[in-house]
């Protein structure tokens, strides 16, 4: 079993920061990328960013320069986010995707997601 565990939402005021963490704990043998996806009302799951291994980080055009994904060496992806605006509003939701064994295909696999509310 793999679970990934998230922490750090809230509400913020326009122009503060707020900075997520997710967790990837269980069977775990190797993680291709780390990423996170936000998805507000009524609107399809959007990737934020991402970070694979050995590779560039990726970004949405409407946070580049404001977000930061970072990833440790214990399977901890964060997500630095500043100067925040309300159309940065959503649910964030925490993606991996990785093996479980040599055997085993590569999977994908959700956090349950956290609010981040941008509002004054």
């Known amino acids: 079993q793999v679970q990934l565990v998230e922490s750090g939402g809230g509400l913020v005021q326009p122009g503060g920061s707020l900075t997520l963490s997710c967790a990837a704990s269980?069977?775990?043998?190797?993680?291709?990328?780390m990423g996170w996806y936000r998805q507000v009302p009524g609107k399809a799951r959007e990737l934020v960013a991402s970070?694979?291994?050995?590779?560039?980080t990726n970004y949405a055009d409407s946070v580049k320069g404001r977000f930061t994904v970072s990833r440790d060496d214990k399977n901890t992806v964060y997500l630095q986010m500043i100067s925040l605006k309300p159309e940065d509003t959503g649910v964030y939701y925490c993606?991996?995707?990785?093996?479980?064994?040599?055997?085993?295909?590569?999977?994908?696999?959700w956090g349950q997601g956290t609010q981040v509310t941008v509002s004054s």
């Open positions: 993606n991996t995707v990785l093996q479980i064994s040599p055997i085993h295909p590569r999977r994908e696999y």
């Open positions: 269980g069977n775990i043998f190797s993680i291709s990328a």
């Open positions: 970070i694979p291994r050995g590779g560039s």
